[in-house]
């Protein structure tokens, strides 16, 4: 395996285990949610799709999620692991998001869109050009449902223990 290949290979185990660990977590934050059954939605910065999954179990077979994410790897895992037909994953760049005005029941987006320079790794170059253009893409009484996991606060409070 090249130096390359080994890479995405760290990132997407790094990203399986993460994912792991806060699966209970956000699994309540998503029960919490109320996110209707059939319903239509799109997961911005799906990362490997495993949240993706979670929330497609909310909105049934009936339902219709689109997962976006710059990352060529991480759509291509995301794929190859759906078990749910009701997802479409996709590769896309949240500052230029191609969809039909009032298409979603709701977005979602967990550690993907705040405030920050781009040289700093912060994907979503101007956040409130973005939030109009999510209130664009939903349907009237539609939801936006954002979440950045502090971990500074988690970990220091694991070192405290
Ligand atoms: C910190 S990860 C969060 C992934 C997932 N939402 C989670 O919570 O596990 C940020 C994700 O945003 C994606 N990303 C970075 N820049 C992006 C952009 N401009 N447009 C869309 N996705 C982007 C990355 O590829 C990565 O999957």
Same mark, same amino acid.
Request: include cysteine; charge should be negative; charged fraction near 25%.
């Given at each position: 395996?090249?130096?390359? #290949?080994?890479?995405?290979? !760290?990132?997407?185990?790094?990203?399986?285990?993460?994912?792991?660990?806060?699966?209970?977590?956000?699994?309540?934050?998503?029960?919490?949610?109320?996110?209707?059954?059939?319903?239509?939605?799109?997961?911005?910065?799906?990362?490997?799709?495993?949240?993706?999954?979670?929330?497609?179990?909310?909105?049934?077979?009936?339902?219709?999620?689109?997962?976006?994410?710059?990352?060529?790897?991480?759509?291509?895992?995301?794929?190859? !692991?759906?078990?749910?037909?009701?997802?479409?994953?996709?590769?896309?760049?949240? !500052?230029?998001? !191609?969809?039909?005005?009032?298409?979603?029941?709701?977005?979602?987006?967990?550690?993907?869109?705040? =405030?920050?320079?781009?040289?700093?790794?912060?994907?979503?170059?101007?956040?409130?050009?973005?939030? #109009?253009?999510?209130?664009?893409?939903?349907?009237?009484?539609?939801?936006?449902?954002?979440?950045?996991? =502090?971990?500074?606060?988690?970990?220091?409070?694991?070192?405290?223990?």
């Amino acid at each position: 395996m090249n130096e390359k #290949n080994q890479h995405q290979k !760290n990132e997407l185990e790094i990203y399986e285990c993460l994912t792991i660990f806060r699966k209970p977590l956000i699994e309540r934050i998503i029960d919490s949610l109320d996110i209707e059954p059939d319903s239509t939605g799109l997961d911005i910065g799906c990362g490997i799709g495993m949240i993706t999954n979670m929330l497609a179990n909310r909105t049934g077979l009936n339902g219709k999620i689109i997962g976006l994410d710059i990352s060529e790897e991480f759509i291509n895992y995301a794929q190859s !692991n759906s078990k749910q037909g009701n997802i479409n994953y996709l590769k896309g760049d949240v !500052n230029y998001l !191609n969809f039909k005005d009032n298409s979603f029941d709701w977005i979602w987006s967990m550690d993907t869109i705040w =405030a920050g320079l781009k040289e700093f790794g912060c994907p979503a170059e101007k956040p409130d050009l973005i939030l #109009n253009k999510l209130y664009q893409l939903l349907k009237p009484g539609g939801r936006v449902f954002f979440s950045l996991l =502090a971990f500074t606060k988690i970990t220091s409070r694991l070192s405290n223990t």
